[in-house]
């Protein structure tokens, strides 16, 4: 019965598998069914967020990034645009920053926040408010600007009343007019351009909180993203998740509108100084311009000279060239000391003027640079100190490039000096040809010279402060706005279909769990398999099913129940075993029923046993051999339950069966034999010879004799008389026998102790019933109950 092939008790083990968790269903569906309600009350009462995004552009020089007006002003330096060579993740720094952030909170007053006080939610109003709170002043001596969170309700359009949590705020106050509370003054005041909205919220709570704007900026830093999402791009995403998308936009408008105007003030702080430089270089050209036409005018006066260059015409035209370039190198010669005087009288924190006219392309650049490296180290500053390593790496790029610009003018000049020496003495060769001219002529021409250089530079002057001061003036936004702050039309936290998916996945597995946690924390015997996989070479011949409350617990005549069917077919089986013992000396007819401990239901499936073969016609005498514990005198009658029994017979020799036999009241071919007085030697008593005397008799008056003995591992009772017996029955009971209890039956076996063994399987619930019950096990019309109707199950 047993010798299945390892495929099949493979196949069979995840068939029981599969059984095990599927005739659960209905716990998978009820708690399927829980969770996705309780699913949907927790979307129903969670705060919904939705995500905000905008797109920009971070303009750089080459895409343009100044303003149009101020292209032919290329010479003035990067006035139009701070961007130059810097990362684009510097600028992503920027947009992060607690400053940045802070200053757009500030703006919109968004540390001010109001709640509309639900029965089971609160909802934030930013929008649309009933009133606005001013807090106009803090007591706080510590210059901390806190308050508690105050409820406040309208009572009508011209007051209100307002209270606080712990109770020391509570009164009612006008509309409009200061208040004075514990923590400061404020005041409140209604909002009707809202359509009916005041009057919708009177007799209604609103919370208003004030917040610490830097906790709230750290809170906003961290919930804001900013991001380069293209590669090799000045493209930037700036993303947050908000449950009021309206404030969110606002927000991240507000804080591109702050990016860009501190990026015009750090292009105004260039420009500013810049015009400061030529500012006061102007008026000392036009004290200088004022002590030439003076001196000029003098020496005409003085040598009463009116047109003396006529004279000199037409050597003044051949040198005309010469002339100019001598003023070209006393011009650069002027700016380059002037620059040179310029930064030895000014520190390391002060920007330097970009292009003042000065030729040479690596002191411009070197310029353009170290301004760029002045302003990057002043915005390091506000948020760090001077020893930041950072700080110090800018201060030394700095300091070299400033001691190089130095070192280029200082080297510029000495070229320039050079170049103006070797100029004078081709003019000496010039004022050689010029010896025929009036040596009055020859003054005025140097002192008319001066005047011309004074007066072009001074004009140099005057158009490079006009194009500073447009470049002032003309500014233009930094990060040029692709896509203005916009919102997600569905939320995207919670997120509903994995909400309601985790809900369904933990409905089921919940009670999946329970069910594998039960089975694998229980230690029981449940159903054959159990049995039939410790006891291998034994035969499990019957399974008797687990009794409700209030049912009957012993088979009647006529009776169709499924513990009937149950001892039927273990009769049936029984009679196969006999047919094995037909060549046996004596009359096969004799059945030991035993267990291993106390309660597994051996008397019970002993006297059902002995009903069931009664109801076929057959004589049958039920034995209580468990003189231990007797249990068969509450299946007799009060005027049978003294009769004697086993011990008595093997004490006395002149007692025979008939002397012992008691008629069952329950079935008139069912005879029942006591254990009898129970002896202090029970084990020595059984060694009697008449003990097999008592079963030889017993067995040729009888057809069936079943013999309801003690359990065989508490005891020796059982395997000293079990060689008597024709069919030893032992039962298990399923949900009370532990599972290493099976190894005592399964040695007494294999070493001979108890032979002739087959298996009875009691108390089997109807879920572990045969082979996992699918069709069914009884072949009735009963009716089924509600429940059964609702749910399926048999």
Do not use: C
């Not at 280029?408 to 050689?432: G, H, P, V, Y």
């Amino acid at each position: 019965m047993n010798g299945m092939q390892p495929n099949q008790e493979n196949e069979r083990s995840l068939r029981e598998i599969v059984d095990q968790y599927s005739r659960y269903w209905y716990l998978m569906l009820l708690g399927a069914v829980l969770a996705l309600i309780g699913a949907y009350f927790y979307l129903k009462f969670t705060t919904s967020y939705y995500s905000t995004s905008a797109t920009v552009i971070i303009k750089d020089e080459n895409s343009g990034g100044g303003p149009s007006q101020l292209v032919t002003f290329t010479d003035l330096g990067n006035f139009a645009d701070r961007i130059g060579s810097s990362d684009i993740e510097n600028e992503l720094a920027v947009f992060r920053s607690k400053r940045i952030i802070q200053e757009a909170l500030s703006a919109l007053n968004l540390n001010i926040t109001y709640e509309n006080i639900g029965t089971l939610k609160d909802s934030e109003l930013y929008k649309y408010k009933p009133f606005l709170v001013q807090y106009l002043s803090f007591n706080d001596s510590l210059g901390k600007k806190t308050a508690p969170k105050l409820f406040f309700e309208a009572l009508s359009p011209l007051e209100y009343h307002v209270e606080d949590s712990s109770g020391n705020i509570n009164g009612t106050y006008n509309f409009g007019e200061p208040v004075e509370l514990p923590f400061g003054k404020i005041t409140v005041l209604p909002v009707f351009d809202n359509g009916k909205m005041f009057e919708n919220f009177i007799g209604k709570t609103v919370a208003v909180a004030y917040r610490d704007l830097d906790a709230m900026a750290l809170g906003y830093q961290k919930n804001i993203r900013v991001v380069n999402e293209i590669q090799n791009s000045n493209v930037v995403e700036l993303t947050m998740q908000s449950p009021v998308p309206d404030k969110a936009e606002d927000f991240i408008n507000e804080l591109i509108f702050q990016y860009n105007k501190d990026a015009i003030n750090d292009r105004g702080q260039v420009a500013k100084k810049t015009s400061d430089f030529i500012d006061s270089r102007l008026e000392i050209i036009t004290r200088e311009l004022d002590s030439v036409e003076r001196n000029k005018e003098q020496f005409k006066s003085s040598n009463r000279l009116t047109n003396i260059e006529a004279e000199a015409q037409l050597i003044l035209e051949n040198a005309s060239e010469f002339e100019k370039r001598q003023f070209d190198v006393n011009t650069q010669l002027e700016l380059a000391n002037t620059m040179i005087d310029y930064m030895e009288r000014s520190s390391n924190n002060d920007l330097l003027p970009s292009n003042i006219g000065l030729e040479g392309g690596d002191i411009t650049e070197s310029v353009n640079n170290y301004n760029a490296l002045i302003l990057q180290r002043n915005k390091l500053l506000k948020n760090s100190t001077a020893k930041n390593p950072v700080v110090v790496n800018v201060n030394n790029q700095i300091e070299g490039i400033r001691s190089n610009i130095l070192n280029s003018l200082k080297n510029r000049t000495n070229t320039l000096k050079i170049s103006l020496r070797d100029l004078n003495f081709q003019e000496a060769s010039l004022n050689s040809k010029l010896s025929r001219v009036p040596t009055t002529e020859k003054i005025y021409r140097g002192i008319e010279r001066q005047q011309t250089i004074k007066e072009q530079l001074y004009l140099f002057l005057l158009q490079q402060r006009e194009e500073a001061s447009i470049a002032l003036a003309v500014t233009s936004p930094k990060a040029k706005v692709v896509d203005k702050a916009f919102s997600s039309n569905a939320p995207v936290s919670p997120n509903k279909p994995l909400i309601y998916l985790g809900a369904g996945l933990a409905g089921l597995l919940i009670p999946f769990l329970f069910i594998y946690g039960g089975t694998l924390l229980n230690n029981k015997v449940n159903n054959r398999y159990d049995v039939e996989k410790a006891l291998k070479n034994t035969s499990l011949i019957g399974e008797i099913p687990k009794l409700k409350k209030g049912e009957e617990e012993l088979i009647r005549a006529n009776d169709r129940s499924i513990l009937s069917e149950s001892f039927r077919i273990l009769r049936t089986n029984l009679q196969y075993l006999f047919i094995n013992k037909l060549n046996t000396a004596h009359k096969a007819n004799t059945v030991f029923v035993t267990s291993t401990i106390k309660g597994e239901g051996k008397t019970f499936v002993a006297f059902n046993l002995a009903l069931t073969l009664a109801l076929t016609g057959k004589k049958v005498a039920l034995v209580g051999a468990d003189i231990r514990n007797p249990q068969l005198q509450r299946y007799l009658s009060n005027d049978s339950q003294d009769k004697k029994g086993l011990t008595e017979y093997i004490l006395d020799p002149s007692l025979s069966v008939k002397d012992l036999q008691a008629q069952s009241i329950y079935n008139e071919n069912l005879s029942i034999v006591l254990s009898g007085l129970i002896p202090p030697n029970p084990a020595e008593l059984l060694m009697e010879s008449r003990t097999k005397d008592f079963f030889d008799e017993v067995r040729e008056m009888y057809d069936y004799v079943i013999v309801d003995t003690a359990p065989s591992m508490l005891v020796t009772d059982t395997i000293i008389i079990n060689k008597l017996a024709d069919v030893t029955l032992y039962v298990v009971r399923a949900g009370f026998t532990d599972r290493k209890l099976l190894e005592f039956p399964e040695e007494a076996i294999d070493d001979g102790r108890l032979v002739n063994v087959a298996m009875v399987l009691n108390n089997v619930s109807m879920n572990n019933f045969g082979y996992g019950n699918k069709y069914g096990y009884s072949y009735t019309d009963e009716r089924k109950s509600l429940f059964s109707k609702i749910f399926g199950r048999n």
